[in-house]
């Protein structure tokens, strides 16, 4: 069957979908709305359960109501949440004071110093400049495992182990996925205009920081917008390399293990707490997310 155009009075197109594109858009749109209730339900869960007594949570879990509203709504496990639930002397509060710092210390480092060797790769001649390219890429083909145990020592041997300088040295390197996409994006920025710093009486600290990097925002704020959301979220950095430092990522995964039983609801209360600073974030940020990706890539 040919498909058939028409115009409204406005001019606008319209496309009238023969039966079977109708089934297959039925059967699309059922699928993606499964999805959609697969992914919000887990949240539904937490958000009710968190509101639950102890004794109504396992009672409820026992006769497979989980989504049972509570019989009374306890609003104080919220505030419970910030004086109950500890790791090794920190409390939540505290938890979130060091997922800010070190979020803050790995976003800025990470992203920054990715900023200046992707630049110098990409726009500078000079010897083994493919050698240091083809190192960083490929070290990213290496698992985790195998850089894990080199990792440490390093750390022991440069005595940043379980200290505040274990981000700030390891994230100064530079390299990984944020190299990858700075380096695509000044790669195709044109050589011109560092040329028309130069004719100016500028040098090249001046072009890469007055011109190309301010040309760079679009790219550098989404970048760092994942990995803000990224970094909020990781808890096996801060266990293998900082136990002393519990965030809430890796303090509520401590608080799992030896305190769920006894303040199931009030650690359900604390997850829905983490969750909140990476929801606005994202809800603010996300038309920026989306306007700086393009088909497979970042665009300035």
């Known amino acids: 069957m040919v498909n058939t155009l028409k115009f409204t009075k406005d001019g606008s197109l ?5 039966k079977g594109e ?6 699309v749109f059922a699928l993606f709305a499964l999805y959609t209730v697969i992914m919000v339900f887990p949240f539904v869960w937490l958000f009710i359960s968190s509101f639950k007594s102890s004794y109504n949570y396992f009672e409820d879990v026992e006769q497979f109501k989980i989504m049972a509203l509570p019989t009374k709504w306890i609003f104080k496990n919220y505030a419970s949440a910030f004086v109950k639930l500890e790791h090794d002397g920190t409390n939540l509060l505290g938890m979130g004071f060091n997922s800010i710092w070190y979020t803050t210390v790995v976003v800025v480092e990470g992203v920054f110093f990715s900023a200046c060797t992707g630049y110098s790769l990409s726009k500078y001649k000079f010897k083994c400049k493919n050698l240091i390219y083809t190192v960083a890429v490929v070290s990213m083909t290496i ?3 195998g850089t894990l145990p080199a990792s440490f020592r390093l750390s022991a041997a440069l005595k940043i182990y379980d200290t505040p300088l274990q981000p700030i040295v390891t994230c100064a390197g530079g ?3 944020n190299f ?3 380096y695509a994006f000044f790669k195709n920025m044109p050589w011109s205009y560092v040329e028309a710093v130069f004719m100016d009486g500028g040098n090249d600290f001046i072009a890469f920081f007055k011109v190309m990097l301010p040309m760079a925002v679009g790219p550098i704020v989404t970048l760092s917008i994942i990995a803000a959301i990224s970094c909020w979220n990781d808890y096996t950095s801060i266990i293998l390399f900082m136990p002393s430092y519990p965030t809430i990522a890796s303090g509520l995964y401590y608080v799992q293990l030896n305190m769920f039983d006894k303040f199931p609801t009030i650690y359900y209360a604390a997850l829905f707490i983490s969750m909140v600073p990476v929801i606005v974030v994202f809800a603010i940020f996300s038309e920026q997310i989306m306007k700086n990706m393009s088909v497979g890539g970042l665009k300035g």
Do not use: E, S, W
């Open 175 to 177: 390299f990984g996925f």
């Open 180 to 182: 990858l996409i700075m």
């Open 22 to 27: 109708k089934v297959i858009y039925a059967i």
């Open 143 to 145: 698992p985790v495992v």
């Open 14 to 18: 319209l496309y009238k979908r023969t």
